[in-house]
């Protein structure tokens, strides 16, 4: 699979949910302020994983569905994003 880019905002959608094919990393390469942040939750069988990922954070995704959502602590109505790597090991 390779690397393969996420790019989340809260302009075009703030979750996305998708397969992941084979056991992977998952890191949190780049915010549009310190205050945003990450939620990632990874299902592989019965088992299900939850983490919350800052920027550099990353995390085990194996073989199954991922989903990830963004968010910022403070409010407002400004636009705010993060941006992931998935990179299969």
Known sequence: MGAEIIALNSRTGQ???RPVI???TLT???TTASDVYT???STSGSSITQQTLALGDGMFVPKGTLTVWVFRKLGG???FGAEMELKSV
Do not use: G, M, Q
């Open 39 to 41: 939620h990632a939750i």
């Open 28 to 30: 949190c390469n780049e």
């Open 77 to 79: 109505d400004d636009l």
């Open 15 to 17: 979750h996305i949910t």
């Open 22 to 24: 084979a056991d992977s």
